[in-house]
């Protein structure tokens, strides 16, 4: 459970970070996107990976590119079911996906094993 929580903190820390930086992403406060993170996290683990076999055969054409376009499907789901968040358009989609990934890989980083054990 610990782990979960510490990656919904970085999760968290990318929305934040993609609603400041990329063009139609918004949040309209940090309880808005602590609730995301966690939502995100739930997405993740129950819908990402159903969707991923789905479109397993153009990920393997696309060489993987297609899970930026999964990312961003997962995040507009949640925008979509979380009233204070906002995701207007594909490319803000894609762009905030990929900020999120990247301060979640960072904080994997970070946390190393302690954030797999619980």
Known sequence: MTGFLLRAVFAGLGLWLASRI???VSASGWQSVAIAAVLLGIVNAVVRPV???L???ITLVT???FLL???AAMLGLVAMVLPGLAV???WAGIFGA???GIVSWFGHLLLGEAGERD
């Open 55 to 57: 479109t397993l055969p």
């Open 69 to 71: 376009v999964v990312n």
């Open 51 to 53: 969707v991923i076999v």
């Open 63 to 65: 060489l993987g590119l």
């Open 88 to 90: 207007h358009g594909f």
């Open 98 to 100: 990929i900020v999120i």
């Open 22 to 24: 990329v063009p139609g």
